[in-house]
């Protein structure tokens, strides 16, 4: 029941935070988007010291670690295979522009006579 209340808390500040940015108007354009950033850190943080809240920071440090571990291709690797789809692209390009100036050729000319 104490998460929920956090999470309502946090709803509202954030709430708050966007009502700040239309009831500041008159003030200039960085102080109305400061009045939403500080709305929604103060949510962030609220939101943060619940059950779901913690599992979720859990989930972030495990999701690092596992994208440590990932092995990105090289430099040479990526630029290879971006050449590899770019012809692949092109191929296909010209393979579908044959095909349709072939049934434009098949239909138009032959069957219907239309020149």
Known sequence: MADKLKFVLALLLVAAGVAGFYLLSEQVLVLRVLAVLAGVMAGAATAWF??????????????VTEAKKVVWPSRKETVQMTGVVFAFVVAMALFLWLTDKSLEWVLYDLVLNWK
Do not use: S
Not at 50 to 63: D, K, L, N, S, Y
């Open 50 to 63: 619940t059950e779901p809240g913690q599992r979720f920071a859990v989930f972030v440090r495990e999701t």
